[in-house]
């Protein structure tokens, strides 16, 4: 037991400790209740949410619109299974095409399951469309993507990690470097049927393309009849302070993968949305989930995209994530170098912290501590994404509890380096 851990908490993270895998390392904090952005632990401490779920509670926790969706739809029907029409799909695809202007819409349920149907798609696409002789097709993918947890997407994957034990891995993946065209044009072969790619990518550190990167990559698709499929499952859904977050980049893409906000923070819910020329690849039998569409997703998803709509989320999010910039902005600029790059677009920032001046899972725990929830990622940086509905003064109220904790490791490795510096004076003189 931790001697600086509450009871009640110490009892649910043994819990998890004792009868669940070891695949997580969470912040030690025991949620038993959320509203909208706040969150509240089993001991009824109040926390601001500046993660939410990484973007699957966009819409705040428990928004009653959607909790009043969900209710509604139990009362009816909740999963027949896709092999049954129902009254609740198709108003939703309907919604979800005119919203992304695509043609056709594909729901699954984990952000996961949409992209390896996008990858089934290309495959079949490369075939169909291409000629490529079945088994050869060939798909881009960017390296320090990160598209799930399957065996066949960490097969792609450049994070070792992620890797490590999981082969023998499915081979027609080829690498380049994000936001290189020099890479993707080393990389393409007669083969390739697809370029897979996020817009911005978030588990790497949330790295943005450098200018231009996009608009050269498209041409370069349309050159040579590959696909551009970009994978939005996180950035999607007014986080980036757009609807989508290829709309910054002035580019359609032939395919788009959705999830996580999709389900309004109540349900998995994902899709896969292309035209007609892309889609219709499947056809009966070739595909499919007996979850995927079901009512109750269905119900819920279409009024969370309603509700992005009649509540402005999305313009919330270009303007607060403005401001949100700027003020942690401004603790770097105190931050006397532990601070080296602020980086985002909307709600969703990154922070670059120096590892030789503080850990990120240390400022992390810290900030938790003030009531701030975050999450860092590969050691260096610390994610800031709350939900959409966010206010100004929680925002500000984040951004302080933040710079104290900053302010608090910039102090204690000055004191470290007096502390050393005169210790070598000592051993000097002796």
């Not at 669940?20 to 949620?31: I, K």
């Not at 038993?32 to 009824?44: H, I, N, Q």
């Not at 959705?258 to 009966?284: C, H, T």
Request: include cysteine; hydrophobic fraction near 45%.
């Amino acid at each position: 037991m931790d001697a600086n851990r509450p009871a009640a908490s110490t009892f649910f993270v043994d819990k998890e400790a004792r009868f669940g895998a070891r695949n997580y390392h969470p912040v030690p904090v025991v949620v038993e209740r959320a509203l909208d952005c706040r969150v509240w632990d089993v001991e009824g401490r109040e926390y601001i949410d500046m993660m939410s779920a990484y973007s699957a509670v966009s819409h705040g926790h428990l928004h009653p619109r959607l909790v009043a969706a969900l209710q509604r739809q139990l009362g009816k029907v909740a999963v027949t299974s896709r092999a049954y029409h129902g009254t609740t799909l198709g108003p939703f695809l309907e919604k979800l095409c005119a919203v992304s202007g695509f043609e056709r819409a594909l729901p699954m349920n984990t952000g996961a399951e949409a992209v390896e149907t996008a990858i089934k798609c290309a495959r079949r696409f490369g075939h169909l469309r291409r000629g490529i002789p079945d088994g050869q097709q060939r798909i881009l993918v960017a390296r320090g993507n990160f598209h799930g947890r399957t065996s066949t997407i960490v097969g792609f994957s450049s994070e070792p990690a992620y890797r490590a034990g999981f082969g023998p891995f499915a081979d027609g993946f080829d690498a380049f470097d994000f936001g290189d065209m020099d890479s993707v044009r080393a990389a393409t072969t007669a083969h390739s049927c697809a370029v897979l790619v996020e817009p911005i990518q978030g588990e790497a550190g949330v790295l943005l393309p450098p200018p231009g990167f996009f608009q050269a990559l498209r041409a370069w698709c349309d050159e040579k009849g590959l696909l551009l499929i970009i994978d939005e499952v996180q950035a999607g859904l007014g986080r980036t302070g757009r609807l989508f977050a290829f709309e910054h980049e002035g580019v359609r893409p032939d395919a788009l993968i959705l999830g996580k906000a999709l389900g309004g923070g109540l349900l998995p819910v994902s899709a896969f949305l292309a035209d007609a020329r892309v889609m219709d690849v499947f056809d009966p039998g070739s595909h499919g989930s007996t979850f995927g569409g079901n009512a109750l997703a269905a119900a819920v998803a279409l009024e969370a995209l309603q509700v992005l709509e009649d509540e402005q989320l999305v313009e919330r999010s270009a303007r607060l994530g403005e401001h949100l910039r700027g003020a942690l902005q401004a603790v770097m600029d105190e931050s006397g170098g532990l601070v080296r790059a602020v980086r985002g677009r909307g709600l969703w920032v990154g922070v670059d912290v120096d590892p030789a001046l503080a850990s990120a899972r240390a400022l992390v725990e810290a900030l938790a501590q003030r009531g701030v929830l975050s999450k860092e990622t590969h050691e260096t940086v610390i994610r800031f994404a709350p939900p959409l509905t966010i206010t100004r003064a929680l925002v500000d109220q984040a951004v302080a509890a933040f710079r104290e904790v900053v302010l608090e490791q910039r102090a204690a490795c000055a004191i470290k380096k007096g502390a050393s510096q005169a210790m070598a004076e000592v051993a000097a003189a002796a």
